[in-house]
C-alpha cells in the first residue's frame, strides 16, 4: 500500500474545499468537461482510544474519475498489514483505516489522500492513546545521594502518592483525571473532565473532595498558603506557562518539576528551556519555544508534596483561516474567528497580558464539529482596542480591535448601567426585606448565636465580606468556611489566607451535599446581621491588622519601608528580617505612630533584600523587600557624551562613558540603529565601569547617530550622541536649466550640491570654454546663496561650455559640467495658449491665455493680440500702443452685437512668435443667465451598447434663467464617483444617443442645459439605466420548429432553436428531464442556441428539452429525436388457412423491435393473376395478421417487410400458398337431411392487446372475433360509444376488427372495449392505452 501519491504534477493550484480542513491539490490549469478533483464528503475524524483497544479512521471521497485512497502518517508508516488494515465497505461507500491493538508509539497525525489524474485531496486526523500510570525518578534513578533509612522512612509515609498511578481500568475514571481535579480550580472542573470524555461528574464531587482534603493535609506540612493555581497555557509570546501563589514555611525547600514522572531541570535564566521566576510570592514555570516534545504530564513539588498537577498536550492543528482585524464602533460587539485544520474541543483566546474567559464581556463559541472558534467582544469600549490572539496549540494568529470612540453610546451605555444598577439594588433589597419578614425575629437571634458559636471554634463563613471569621472587612472574598479564623483579610500573607475558595456557586457543586449545609450556615450568619449583637459568651477577637505589609521594590540607595495598621493604638509589635529580630541598631528606623508601624531603611543596599515580618500579639504579616540596581549613568558624564563630536575626513572619533549599576551589565554600541561590532575601524573596550568606541579613519558616510545601550536584569538606560564628519562638498547637481539665451548673454541656474560637506557652502567658481577649442578660462566666484551665473561677454552665433564647483570651508568639490549654450541664435517663442473669454460685455471683451512652453532660449518681453470680425479675414493688432506686459487685456473697441475672434503671439528679444489657435467666437453683449433643468426626460430606447435619450427645452423664467443654447448628455457607472460627458460640444437637438456602453452595466444619466452664460443645473433620472433593450420574456420565433426529429444512427445530430428574450436569458438543455450528457455540444448566443450530436448514437434517442429562462420569465419547447437505422428483415414466415378464403401469416420478430418501439410491420400479396404486389396490411406491431379474400385455384405470394421512421427493411418471402379446387362426379344422394344449427353466440379469436405508444404516434387495435349470426361490433371508450366518432378509423372486415387513433396524445389515455352483441349473446374485450411522453 503506497502512503502518498506518486504523481508528479506540472502544475499545483491551490483551491479550497467545501469541508474545513481539506486541502485540495489541482494538478491541471483547466480541468476537461465532467471530470473533477478529488473532495471528502466526510472526512476522517480525530480518535481517542485505550491502548490495545480498536482505532478506526473512515472518509467519504468523491470525484471524476473516482479517487485512489490512501494513508500516511506523520512519524512513521503505515505499511505493515499486521498493525494497519484498509477496506473499502460498499454498502456505506467508506474507505476505512484499521488500527489493532492500538500502542502508545501509534499516537500520531494520520493523513488521508484521495488522488487522481487531476489532482489530490488530503485530510488530517490526531489519534490519541490514552496510557495508565506516572513514572517518576527516584532520587537516587536522578543521581542523588540516598538518605538515612530512618528518613525514608519517614517520607514513605507522606509521598506514598509518588508511586506509579493505577492504570485505567475499562469502565473507571483515569488516575490522571483525579490528579488534574485536585489541582485545578472549580471554574476548570467542566472543560477538563470534557476533555477526558466524562460528562457526568456530579457523582465525582464527594470523592473529590475528600482527595482535595488529603492532599491540603499533605501541603500544609510544607505550604504555608496556596492559592490562584493557572494550568498551562500557551502566551502571546511563544512560551507554555502555569503559575500559582505559594508562601512556604521553609524559603529553602526544594522545588521539583516532573514531566510524566521524570525530573526536569530548571533554572532561573529566561532563556533557558526550562525557566522559573519568582516574584514575591508568585511562581511562574515556562516553557521556551514549546514543541511536540514538550507535550506530556507536569507535575511541581515541594518537598515530596504535590501542589499543581497540569497537561500540556501539543496537536498537529494550523489555521485554515486566521483571525481578520476588526473595526468597530463603541457599545457594538466585535468577532474574531477562525477555521482550524483539525477539530480542538476549545482553543486560547488572549489578550497582551492575560487569557480570556467566557463570561459577561466575552463570548466564546465552538461550531459543533469543533473546528470554527468565534470570540465575542461584547458592549466594546475604547479600552478594548490592542491586539488579540487565538492560540491552538502551538500556533496563534493575531489580529487587532479597533473602537471608534462614539460620545453618544458612551451616554447611553452610561444611562443604561445606571438602570440596570438600581433595578439590581431594588431586587437585592427587595429580596432581604422578604427574608426577614419570612424568617421572623425569633429565627435572627437564633442564627447570629450559631454564627457566634462558629467563630468560636474557627469557622471562617463563607469569607464574601471578611467578617464572618476573625479577620477584618477588607478582605479579599476568599474562604470556604475551613480556615483556622486567624485571618486579617488583606492582601499579604497572612495566617487568615489558609481557607481558599471563590465563595461562588458553581455547576460542579450543585450535588455536594457538604457546600449545601455550608450555604444553609452562610445564609444564616447573612441574615444574624441585620438582627441583635452577638452575646457576651462570644470571646475577644483580640488584635487584628487593618493592613498588612505588602511587597516592595527599591533601588540601591533609594529609601524604602514597609508599613502595617493594627486594630488597636496599644499594641506593640517586632520587626524580623528573614526570621531575625531587627532593631534601630541594624541599620533601619522602626516607628511606631498610633496603630501604624513602619520599618524604614534611608539607603538601600543588596544585603536589605529579605523577607520582612512583623508580629504583634500573635499575628503576623510578611513582605518581601526587593532590592534592585538598574544601570546609572553620571549627569556630567551623559552631558559631555550628548555634545556632537566633529572631526574632519580621515580623523578618528572616541566616545567615553562611565556607568553603574548591578552585574552583570550588558552593553550594545548601535550607530544609527545598527549595532557596532569590534572591527578593523571600530575599537570597543569596555570594563565594569566605563565603556569606549573609538572609530578610525572616518569618512563624510559615516556622520550620524551614535547610541549606547546599558542593560541589566534590572532596567535598561541608553544615551545618544551625533558625530558629524567634515569634508568638502559634493558637485553642484544638474540639470542645468537655461534661463535666457540672448544674442550679448546667456543666463542659467543650477541646484546646491546634494552633501554640503558638514559646513555650508561659501561660494561656486565659474569656468568658461568656447566649443572648439581647449582653454578654460575663469569668469570668477559668486556667492554661494543664489545658484544662478549670467554671462554677458558672449559673442553672437558662438556656443559656450560651463564648469561649476562648490567650495567650503573644508575644500573644493569636482566641477559639473552644462551642455554647450548657444549664444545670439534668432529662436522665437513658441504660440501661447488660446485666449479664453474671462467675461464679455457690450462694451468690453476681456480675454486670458497662458505662457509659451516653448521661450525660444529668451525671456518672453510681452504678447501681441489681434482680433477679427466672424466671417472675415483681416486681423487687426489691439495693442497699438506696444506689447501687452501680461496674460491678461481687456479690449474696449468692440461694437455690440458684433461676434469676435481672437488670437496672441508672445514677443521675446529676438521678435513674435507664431499666433495662437483663434479662441471661441465671442459676442460683444452683456452676460446671460444659465438656463434652468431640460424638462420631460425619457428613455426612447435601449440596446446592449447603446441607449436614446429625448427632452423638451427648459421653461425659462424672465430674469432669473436664460435661453438653453445647446445640451449637454453624462453618464456615470453606477460604481464611478465622476460624470463622463458624451458630447464635447453641446448638441443642439433635444435628442441624443450614447453610443459604447458595457452590455448590462448599470449608469446614472443626466442632461445639462447650457449657453455663453453658463451651464445650468442638471435633470437626471430618478433611477439608473441598464444598459439593455427593454425586457422581452422569453418566447420561440419561429413557429415552422420541428418537434420530431429522425436521424440515421452516426449521423450529425443539430437542433438550431431561435427565440427572443431580454435580458440575456439562462439556456438550459434536459434530455429525458436530466441534463445532456457530456458530448452533446450547445452553443448558445443572444438570438438563440444550437444543440450538436457529432456522432449520434442510438442512446441518443430521447425528448430534449430547452428552457430560456431571465428575470421576466421562462419558456420551454421539446423535440423528440429518434437516432435509429434501417431496420433488419423479420424471421421465417409461416401460412396457416384457419377460415376457408383466408390464410394467416405468422412470422419472427425483427431483431430491432426491442431496439425501436415504433418498428412495425407491413405485408404485401401477389398472386398468379395480376402479378403485381399489393399493400394488404399495415402498421402491424404484432406477428400475425390475416389476409382475406383468397380465392381457391390460385397461388398466391406473400412478403412481410419491417419498417420504421427509416424506411422498408429486406422483405421476408413467404413459401406459396394455393387451395386447388376439388372436381368430384356429381351424385345425388336422397338421404333424409337432418335440420344442421350452425348459429352460436359471439366471442373473442384474438382479444385486445395493451398499448403503450409515444405521443405524437399513430396507434392501431386489432382483434379477431365470431359468432353467428355475424355480431354486431361496438367500440368504446371510458364506456362512451366510438362508432359514430369521425376522429377514430374503424374497420371490420371478416371478422378481423380494427382502431386507428392519429397522433396519439394524453386525451387519448383511458380505457379502450370492444362489445359483440347477437341474439344468442354479448361479450367484450378491454384494454388500458397509456402514451408515453
Known sequence: MSSVANKDPKVAIKKRSRVPGVIITQYVEQLPPGKSTPDFTRKPMATTVQEGKKAFFKAVVNGEPTPTVTWARNNGNVEDPEKYKTRFDERAREHVLEIANVKLDQADTYKCFATNEYGQAVSTATLKVLEGGLKKKSKEANGQPPQDFRAMLKKTVIVSRKRQLPPKKEGEIDPKLWELLISAPKKDYEKICFDFGVTDFRWMLKRLNQMKKEREDEQAKVVENLSNVKQIEVTPHGRAEFSMDMTLWDPNSTINLYKDGILVPYTNDPNSKHSLKKTATKYVFSIKDPGPEDAGFYQVD??????????????????????KDVKTSECEDAVFQCVLSTPLNRITWSKQDSSLDDEDKYEITVSEDKLTHTLRVKDCEVADNGAYYAIAGITSSKASLTVKADPNARKRRKATKTEDDLAKKQAKLQKEKDDLEADGEGQTEKGAADAAAKALVGDGGDGKDGKDGFGDDSGDGKGDGK?????????????????????????????????????????????????PLVPDTAKDRGVQFVSGLSDTDANVGQRAELSCKLSSDTSEGRWFKNGKLLTNKDGVTVIKDGACHSLIIDCCKEDDAAVYRFEAEGRKSEATLNIQDPPKIDADALGKFTKPVIVKAGENAEWKLPFSGGAPMNIQWNKDDDELFPAANVKIDTS???????????????????????????????????????????????????????????????????????????????????????????????????????????DPGRRYSYRIRARNAEGISDYLQTEDISAGVLRYPGAPSSPKVVSAFKDCITLAWSSPCDTGGTKIVGYNLEKKKKGTNYWSLVNHEGPITGTKCAVKDVIEGAAYEFRVSAINLSGAGDPSMPCDTVIARDPMKPPGKVTD??????????????????????????????????????????????????????????????????????????????????????????????????????????????????????????????????????????????????????????????????????????????IVGQESFNV?????????????????????????????????????????????????????????????????????????????????????????????????????????????????????????????????????????????????VKGNPAPRVTWYRNNISLNVNANYYITNVCGVCSMLILKVGPKDIGEYKVMLENKLGTSESSMMLNVRE
Open 483 to 531: 480556615g483556622d479564623g486567624k485571618g486579617d483579610g488583606t492582601d499579604g500573607k497572612t495566617d487568615g489566607d489558609k481557607g481558599e475558595g471563590d465563595g461562588k456557586k458553581n455547576l460542579l457543586t450543585d450535588g455536594d451535599d457538604e457546600n449545601k449545609k455550608d450555604d444553609a450556615a452562610d445564609k444564616k450568619k447573612k441574615r444574624s446581621r441585620t438582627g
Open 937 to 1110: 426626460l425619457k428613455l426612447t430606447s435601449s440596446d446592449y451598447t447603446s441607449f436614446s435619450l429625448a427632452w423638451s427645452k427648459p421653461k425659462g423664467m424672465k430674469g432669473e434663467e436664460g435661453e438653453a443654447q445647446g445640451y449637454y448628455v453624462e453618464i456615470r457607472p453606477i460604481e464611478n464617483l465622476e460624470w463622463t460627458r458624451c458630447n464635447s460640444t453641446p448638441i443642439t437637438r433635444t435628442s441624443h444617443t450614447v453610443l459604447g456602453l458595457k452590455a448590462m452595466a448599470t449608469y446614472w444619466v443626466r442632461v445639462i442645459a447650457t449657453n455663453y452664460g453658463g451651464d445650468g443645473e442638471p435633470q437626471a433620472f430618478d433611477k439608473y439605466i441598464i444598459a439593455m433593450p427593454p425586457p422581452v420574456r422569453p418566447k420561440f420565433k419561429d413557429h415552422n420548429m420541428k418537434t420530431f426529429v429522425v436521424v440515421r444512427s452516426g449521423n450529425t445530430v443539430r437542433l438550431n432553436i431561435i427565440f427572443e428574450a431580454c435580458p440575456l436569458p439562462e439556456i438550459t438543455w434536459l434530455k429525458d428531464g436530466v441534463p445532456v450528457p457530456k458530448h452533446v455540444t450547445i452553443t448558445n448566443s443572444d438570438k438563440g442556441s444550437q444543440m450538436l450530436i457529432p456522432t449520434s448514437e442510438r442512446s441518443d434517442t430521447g425528448i430534449y428539452t430547452i428552457t430560456v429562462k431571465n
Open 688 to 794: 565594569d565601569t566605563e565603556s569606549k568606541l573609538r572609530l578610525t579613519k572616518c569618512q563624510r558616510k559615516d556622520s550620524g547617530e551614535v547610541k549606547i545601550k546599558l542593560k541589566n536584569e534590572f532596567g535598561t538606560t541608553e544615551a545618544i550622541s551625533k558625530l558629524i564628519v567634515l569634508d568638502k562638498p559634493t558637485p553642484p547637481q544638474g540639470p542645468v536649466d537655461i534661463m535666457e539665451s540672448a544674442v550679448t548673454s546667456v543666463e542659467f541656474k543650477w541646484k546646491p550640491p546634494k552633501d554640503s560637506g558638514g559646513c555650508p557652502v561659501t561660494n561656486y567658481m565659474i569656468e568658461r570654454q568656447q566649443v572648439g577649442r581647449n582653454k578654460w578660462t575663469k569668469l570668477g566666484e559668486i556667492p554661494g546663496s543664489n545658484p544662478s551665473y549670467k554671462d554677458s561677454d558672449v
Open 1120 to 1264: 423528440e429525436v429518434r437516432v435509429t437505422d434501417d431496420p433488419k428483415p423479420p424471421g421465417p414466415v409461416e401460412l396457416d388457412e384457419n377460415i376457408p378464403g383466408t390464410v394467416t401469416l405468422s412470422w419472427a420478430s425483427s431483431p430491432d423491435e426491442k431496439r425501436d418501439d415504433r418498428l412495425h410491420y407491413m405485408i404485401s400479396k401477389r398472386d398468379a393473376v395480376k402479378r403485381t404486389w399489393r399493400t394488404v396490411g399495415d402498421n402491424l406491431f404484432n406477428n400475425k395478421f390475416t389476409v382475406v379474400n383468397i380465392l381457391p385455384g390460385r397461388e398466391y405470394n406473400f412478403r412481410v417487410f419491417a419498417k420504421n421512421d427509416m424506411g422498408l427493411s429486406p422483405p421476408s418471402v413467404s413459401p406459396p400458398f394455393e387451395t386447388k379446387k376439388q372436381r368430384e362426379k356429381f351424385k345425388l344422394n336422397t338421404r333424409e337431411r337432418k335440420p344442421l344449427d350452425l348459429e352460436s353466440p359471439p366471442s373473442f379469436i384474438v382479444r385486445l392487446k395493451r398499448r403503450t405508444p409515444p405521443e405524437g404516434y399513430d396507434c392501431y387495435m386489432t382483434c379477431a
Open 302 to 323: 515541594v518537598e515530596e508534596a504535590n501542589v499543581l498537577t497540569t497537561d500540556f498536550s501539543v496537536p498537529a492543528v494550523e489555521f485554515t483561516s486566521k483571525i
